[in-house]
T-cell receptor, first 115, second 111 residues
Framework: AQSVSQHNHHVILSEAASLELGCNYSYGGTVNLFWYVQYPGQHLQLLLKYFSGDPLVKGIKGFEAEFIKSKFSFNLRKPSVQWSDTAEYFC?????????????FGQGTTLQVKP | DADVTQTPRNRITKTGKRIMLECSQTKGHDRMYWYRQDPGLGLRLIYY???????NKGEISDGYSVSRQAQAKFSLSLESAIPNQTALYFC??????????FGSGTRLTVV
């Protein structure tokens, strides 16, 4: 069965620090990869996605992620975080046979940015 | 108006009560999903539907049922609510080009 693991459960950074959140998945076939953000009290919003092509994906708000197939990883990065980036971040994978569209989510990483 | 609307936004109910969470969408998408979110566990799939006649169980369907009344409506029911069903519930649609669209969520507390 597919699974997604996010290594960092709670990250605290100061403004302007660089961010990298780890995401690994366990599925050997073709996958689609996503990062979602959930601001306090709000629903999930798509930050970026990877389906195919250039493994370095750029998303909204200055975020990017790199798909490394050999490492089954899709880490999220941002060069300089802002206080407004305080939120919970979820990595998700969609793949496997049947094309059901099911998303498998990681446990989430809470990011706290100190002003 | 939101593309995916969930009602109610918040609900407190007692153990043993039946409760329905509703989801409606204006995206015109055939595929709809119900997830629950728990701290430290991320989102887990409860049920999903490809159309009104195609309902499928997700990874944690026990204790839940669903109804796809129309392409635009997908309801989640708890027949007899229990405290460990306290969670944040999200409905989502999937379109062929737009990807996933999530509703704003329903925060359910079972006391």
């Amino acid at each position: 069965a597919q699974s997604v693991s996010q290594h960092n459960h709670h990250v605290i950074l100061s403004e302007a620090a660089s961010l990298e959140l780890g995401c690994n998945y366990s599925y050997g076939g073709t996958v689609n990869l996503f990062w979602y953000v959930q601001y306090p009290g709000q629903h999930l919003q798509l930050l970026l996605k990877y389906f195919s092509g250039d493994p370095l994906v750029k998303g909204i708000k200055g975020f990017e992620a790199e798909f490394i197939k050999s490492k089954f990883s899709f880490n999220l990065r941002k060069p300089s975080v802002q206080w407004s980036d305080t939120a919970e971040y979820f990595c998700a994978v969609n793949g496997g046979s049947g094309n059901t569209g099911k998303l498998i989510f990681g446990q989430g990483t809470t990011l706290q940015v100190k002003p | 108006d939101a593309d995916v609307t969930q009602t109610p936004r918040n609900r407190i109910t007692k153990t043993g009560k039946r409760i329905m969470l509703e989801c409606s969408q204006t995206k015109g998408h055939d595929r709809m999903y119900w997830y629950r979110q728990d701290p430290g566990l991320g989102l887990r799939l409860i049920y999903y539907s490809f159309d009104v006649k195609d309902i499928n169980k997700g990874e944690i369907s026990d204790g839940y049922s669903v109804s796809r009344q129309a392409q635009a409506k997908f309801s989640l029911s708890l027949e007899s609510a229990i405290p460990n069903q306290t969670a944040l519930y999200f409905c989502a649609t999937l379109g062929p080009f737009e990807g996933y669209t999530f509703g704003s969520g329903t925060r359910l507390t079972v006391v």
